[in-house]
Nanobody, 114 residues
C-alpha cells in the first residue's frame, strides 16, 4: 500500500515562503501524476498544482507565478515551493498521488499571518 507523508507546513508572515514536501513509499511514484490540494476552513478542497510523471505542470490561477511544483523521482518526493504567501493561502495542504486510483496524504497546515 502506497503511503504519502507531507511535511513543511507552519506559520509564516505574509510575503514569506515555505516549501512543502511529500514523500511516497512504493515504486509506483515514478509513473504517477502528483498534485497538491488545499482546503481552507468552510471551503471545498481545491487543486493548487499538479505535475505529471513526465514533468508537465499545471497551476491554479490564484498561485501562478508564486508557487512551483517539482518532483524528484529518485527520492520519491514531490515539492511545493510557495513564495509571496498571502493570508488567503492559509489552508491545510494535501498531497495526492493519481494513477488508476487516488491516494491522499494526511495534510499539513499552512498559516499565513497578515
Amino acid at each position: 500500500q502506497v503511503q504519502l507523508v507531507e511535511s513543511g507546513g507552519g506559520l509564516v508572515q505574509a510575503g514569506g515562503s515555505l516549501r512543502l514536501s511529500c514523500a511516497a513509499s512504493g515504486s509506483i511514484f515514478r509513473v504517477a501524476a502528483m498534485g497538491w490540494y488545499r482546503q481552507a476552513p468552510g471551503k471545498q478542497r481545491e487543486l493548487v498544482a499538479s505535475i505529471t510523471s513526465g514533468g508537465t505542470t499545471n497551476y491554479a490561477n490564484s498561485v501562478k507565478g508564486r508557487f512551483t511544483i517539482s518532483r524528484d523521482n529518485a527520492k520519491r518526493t514531490v515539492y511545493l515551493q510557495m513564495n509571496s504567501l498571502k493570508p488567503e493561502d492559509t489552508a491545510t495542504y494535501y498531497c495526492n498521488l493519481h494513477t488508476i486510483s487516488e491516494i491522499w496524504g494526511q495534510g499539513t497546515l499552512v498559516t499565513v499571518s497578515s
